[in-house]
């Protein structure tokens, strides 16, 4: 195969770290949708490293479903690999993804192309990171058939836009042509990843068609996967570094963090890869994984992303050089997130909070705030609101122990989609329209206008009269005394023992 001469120099180098089997056993088992960065540095790579270990057949297909650009062609130029630098402070190690079969963008070559790739009788599993919007679903779980996608899938179902409607589309093919069924398997941040899709695919197909519900619900699996390894968004300048630092410019070359975790039910209809043998945790119960992940992790970066991006700073290691918000946010991790959970691991969470720090530490990686903050009408309920919820509803709970670190979250949520601290601001968010509409009022009316955003503010929540006053409360604060001097009045809460 044909590789341009750098990016063939880059995989004959010495120093770099590859898998050797050979590429000609891989057959396209897996079909990702949503080609972008966190599966080629995540899943990508835990496959390759399984084919090496075992039965090197499990090639990766991916589809991007609204990406525009010469994605085959500029893929198959390399071969079908790409170049990722994992970077542990100053030191980084240069790896060569092998696991990839192809890849293809739905608006380039179009739905029918997408659906032939998913009824390849040898798919086996169908994976996702399609951003929590992706999956269309409402605060409640079900499927949103009010979403544009999705009431337009309905009407014509066999072209389908939506992720749900592609997978409910391709499996109704599978089950006319006789074909095995494939595993649905979400990677994306959410809490039951598995469980939701399964409801989204089911209610989907449902609506369409009773018999190929009943189909799905025997045939298909869903697997709960809990995801971690911070892999920002490319830039020009982290291209650059690429560049820099291998001599290859590659369009699908990436940089993230050495750390990475997986664990996945293993409940697969028609196989997988050995993926137990590349440190992938294979479990009966992901849950408590994901829990512990998405508050602890992700909750705390939502806090810096809101609070971190009104104090002024643009990337997470910013917001950890800033002693204070750091102190804040592990005191929100150990006093606030961990005491949330709902079932206990034989995890040390006050170690798993300190990795994270660490993590959000390395200058290596330019994690911008501004795109954690990014769909926050998602990202708030699992990663701040139902950790409210269990720590309220506990026996014990007086309102002077309410979490006030994720109420300040909240709060500076309120002020951050107002974009007063960024003249560039630009709300990216699902939900921007009704958001904006809520905004739409006097500036004395705004955080109560807010509060009514049932998709965030849940009557479960409302209810509780002493978190509505508190948010009240830190969202004047920050009006009228500024970010800074509210984050100042942590500081005894900071000293009192927990
Ligand atoms: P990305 O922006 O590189 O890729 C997002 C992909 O989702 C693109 O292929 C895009 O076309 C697709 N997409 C967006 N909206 C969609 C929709 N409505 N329907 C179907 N496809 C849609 O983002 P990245 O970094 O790959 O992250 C994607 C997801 O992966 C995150 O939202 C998160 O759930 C999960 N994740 C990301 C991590 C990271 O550090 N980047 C780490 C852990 C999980
Ligand atoms: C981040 C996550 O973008 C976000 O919302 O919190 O993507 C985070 O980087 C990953 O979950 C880390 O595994």
């Known amino acids: 195969m044909y590789q341009e001469p750098s990016f063939q120099a880059f995989c004959d180098a010495d120093d770099v770290i590859k898998t050797d089997y050979s590429r000609a056993t891989l057959q396209t088992k897996i079909v990702h949708l949503g080609f972008g960065a966190f599966h080629r540095a995540h899943q990508a790579v835990f496959t390759d490293l399984a084919n090496q270990e075992a039965d090197p057949s499990w090639g990766i297909?991916?589809?991007?479903?609204?990406?525009?650009?010469?994605?085959?062609?500029?893929?198959?130029a390399q071969d079908n690999q790409a170049v990722l630098l994992e970077k542990a402070g100053q030191e980084t190690?240069?790896?060569?993804?092998?696991?990839?079969t192809g890849a293809m963008n739905v608006e380039d070559q179009g739905i029918q192309a997408a659906l032939a790739k998913l009824c390849e009788p040898a798919v086996a599993i169908v994976s996702l990171t399609v951003t929590e919007k992706g999956y269309c679903l409402t605060p409640e779980g079900r499927i949103n058939r009010d979403n544009e996608l999705i009431a337009a899938d309905l009407k014509n179902p066999q072209a389908p836009r939506s992720a749900i409607g592609l997978i409910g589309e391709a499996l109704r093919l599978r089950k006319t042509l006789k074909l095995p069924a494939f595993t649905v398997m979400s990677c994306d941040n959410i809490p039951e990843n598995g469980g939701k899709t399964k409801a989204a695919v089911l209610e989907y197909a449902m609506l369409l068609d009773p018999e190929l519900a009943s189909w799905i619900e025997q045939e298909v699996t869903f697997p709960s996967t809990m995801v971690d390894r911070i892999v920002p968004a490319m830039s020009d300048a982290s291209f650059d570094e690429i560049e820099?630092?291998?001599?290859?410019?590659?369009?699908?070359?990436?940089i993230s963090e050495s750390f990475k975790q997986w664990v996945v039910e293993d409940q697969f209809c028609s196989g997988r890869p050995n993926w137990h043998l590349a440190g992938v945790m294979m479990v009966n119960d992901v849950l408590p994984y994901e829990e512990m992940k998405l508050r602890m992790l992700n909750g705390s970066h939502s806090f810096l992303a809101y609070v971190g991006g009104l104090c002024g700073h643009d990337y997470i290691y910013q917001c950890m050089q800033d002693a204070l918000l750091k102190d804040i946010t592990l005191a929100l991790m150990i006093n606030e997130q961990a005491p949330?959970?709902?079932?206990?691991?034989?995890?040390?969470?006050?170690?798993?909070?300190?990795?994270?720090?660490?993590?959000f530490s390395n200058q290596s990686i330019k994690h911008q705030t501004a795109q954690i903050a990014m769909d926050?009408?998602?990202?708030?309920?699992?990663?701040?609101?139902?950790s409210i919820l269990t720590l309220v509803s506990k026996p014990c709970y007086e309102s002077a122990q309410a979490p006030r670190i994720l109420l300040l979250l909240l709060a500076g949520w309120m002020h951050f989609i107002?974009?007063?601290?960024?003249?560039?601001?630009?709300?990216?968010?699902?939900?921007?329209?009704?958001l904006n509409a809520l905004l739409a009022v006097d500036d004395d009316k705004k955080c109560a206008s807010l509060l009514q955003f049932k998709a965030v503010f849940s009557d479960a929540f409302i209810a509780h009269q002493d978190l509505v006053q508190q948010i009240t409360h830190f969202?004047?604060?920050?009006?009228?005394?500024?970010?800074?001097a509210v984050l100042d009045g942590f500081v005894p809460l900071l000293r009192s023992p927990k």
């Open 244 to 254: 820099r630092e291998t001599g290859v410019r590659d369009p699908f070359g990436l």
């Open 418 to 434: 107002q974009g007063k601290h960024r003249p560039d601001f630009q709300l990216i968010d699902p939900e921007a329209q009704t």
């Open 475 to 484: 969202y004047y604060a920050i009006d009228e005394q500024g970010i800074r």
């Open 61 to 76: 297909f991916g589809i991007n479903l609204f990406r525009k650009g010469p994605l085959t062609e500029q893929f198959c």
């Open 340 to 359: 949330s959970l709902s079932s206990q691991l034989d995890v040390d969470l006050k170690q798993y909070a300190e990795l994270l720090i660490a993590r």
């Open 93 to 100: 190690t240069k790896r060569l993804v092998r696991s990839f």
């Open 376 to 386: 926050g009408s998602q990202k708030l309920p699992p990663r701040v609101i139902d």
